[in-house]
C-alpha cells in the first residue's frame, strides 16, 4: 500500500472512531436539533491526501506547514515539524462537529474568540488546508476551547465559526493550533543539563572577554561560580547571578529560525560541559543567532544530535534570551564594601 493510502486509512479510522464516540442524542428542537451532529468541514477528510500546506493566521502573524515529500517543514524555512502534527491537525478540524449554536452577532465574537482573525488584536485563529496549486481544501476559524457536556457526558469543545458565516458553533472536539512555533516543531536550540555546566566565556568582537567559571559548591550545595578579572573596587553580585549567567546558556529556545545567512560576528559566547562539549553561539549585526560544536564530548549521542539539529539554521531569540548572551562586566558586578 503507498503510503498516501495508509494516510487516508489512518485519517479515516480516527475519524470514525471518534464519530462512534461521540454518537450524539439531541433533545432539543428547530434549527439547532437539525444540524446538531454535523461536521462543520465535511470534505476535508477525502480531500486529506490532497493537503500540502497548512496555515494558521492571527492578527498580524500568521505560520505555514508544508509537506515536503514524506515529511513536514515550516514554510520559508524548511524547519522541521515534530512529528504527527500535521495529520493531527487535518483529522482534529475534519472532527469537528455542531453540536450548540452560539452567537451570530459580531459585537459577541470576543468572547468566544472567533471574531474575524485578522483584526489587529484578534485571539481568534484562522486555519486553512491548501493543496499544491494553492487552493482552499478547506478553513475555520478556531475560538475559545472549552468543557462542555456533550451529550450526556462532559467532553472537550472549541468555539469555532466558518468564514462568511455569522452563525458560530460550540463545536464538539479541540484543534490544537496556534501561530507560536513551539507548537509546531521543537524549538530547543540548547536542552542540557546545567548541573553539568563548567564555563561560559562571553567575547563581544574587539572587546574584553568576560569568563564565568564553576568553581565548587556553595554552603547550600549549589553550585559555586566566579567571574574572572573582577575590576578594582568592585565585587561579584550574588552566588545566583553568578550561576545563571552561565547555566542559563544550558537551555536556550528559538521564537523564530532560518537557513543560516552568514553575517558578520559581533559576538561569541561560548558554553562548555564537564564532559568536554563546548558549542559557541554567534550573534550577527541583526541579531541572529547560530550554534557550533567547537568540541565534541565524551557523551557522542549528545554532541550527535546536538550537531543534527542546530546545522545550518540562525535563530532569533526573545529579547530577554539575547541579553543573556550579551553579558557584561557591569550586569555581573556591583561596588564593593569600603
Known amino acids: ?15 470514525s472512531v471518534a464519530g ?54 515550516l514554510g520559508g524555512s524548511g524547519y522541521p515539524v515534530k512529528g504527527g502534527k500535521f495529520q493531527t491537525a487535518i483529522v482534529a478540524t475534519a472532527s469537528l ?25 484578534a ?87 568576560l569568563m564565568v567559571r564553576r568553581t565548587g559548591v556553595t554552603e547550600g550545595g549549589q553550585p559555586k561560580f566566579e567571574v574572572n578579572n573582577v575590576p ?18 544550558g537551555n536556550v529556545n528559538f521564537v523564530d529560525v532560518r537557513k543560516d545567512q552568514g553575517g558578520d560576528v559581533v559576538q561569541r559566547v561560548t558554553l562548555m560541559m564537564a564532559d568536554g562539549l563546548t558549542a559557541e553561539f554567534r550573534i550577527t549585526t541583526d541579531d541572529w543567532v547560530s550554534l557550533h560544536v567547537v568540541n565534541d564530548g565524551q557523551d557522542k549521542t549528545t554532541t550527535r544530535d546536538l550537531k543534527a539539529r542546530t546545522q545550518g539554521w540562525q535563530y532569533k531569540l526573545a529579547d530577554y534570551k539575547l541579553k543573556q548572551l550579551q553579558l557584561t562586566m557591569a550586569d555581573l558586578v556591583e561596588d564593593g564594601a569600603e
Open 1 to 15: 500500500m503507498t503510503p498516501r493510502g495508509v494516510m487516508v486509512l489512518a485519517l479515516a479510522a480516527a475519524v
Open 20 to 73: 462512534a464516540t461521540w454518537q450524539l442524542r439531541a433533545n432539543s428542537s428547530g434549527y439547532e436539533e437539525t444540524q446538531r451532529g454535523e461536521r462543520l468541514l465535511p470534505d476535508l477528510l477525502a480531500s486529506a491526501n490532497d493537503v500540502v500546506g497548512i496555515v494558521i493566521t492571527q492578527a498580524d502573524r500568521n505560520v505555514r506547514i508544508e509537506r515536503a515529500g514524506t515529511s513536514y517543514v
Open 97 to 121: 462537529e455542531k453540536f450548540d449554536a452560539k452567537t451570530a452577532r459580531p459585537d459577541k465574537y470576543p468572547l468566544i474568540e472567533v471574531e474575524p482573525p485578522d483584526g489587529k488584536d
Open 123 to 209: 485571539k481568534s485563529r484562522l486555519i486553512r488546508f491548501e493543496d499544491k496549486g494553492g487552493n482552499n481544501l478547506g478553513e475555520i476559524i478556531l475560538g475559545k476551547k472549552a468543557r462542555a457536556r456533550l451529550g450526556g457526558a462532559v467532553g472537550d469543545a472549541q468555539y469555532v465559526r466558518l468564514p462568511g458565516s455569522d452563525q458560530s458553533w460550540l463545536a464538539r472536539g479541540v484543534v490544537d493550533a496556534d501561530v507560536k512555533l513551539e507548537t509546531w516543531v521543537d524549538t530547543a536550540i540548547t536542552d542540557m543539563n546545567v548541573e553539568f555546566v563548567v564555563r561560559a566565556t562571553f567575547q563581544p568582537t574587539g572587546g574584553p572577554e
Open 232 to 249: 578594582e573596587g568592585k565585587k561579584p553580585k550574588n552566588d545566583l547571578t553568578l550561576r545563571y549567567a552561565a547555566t542559563d546558556l
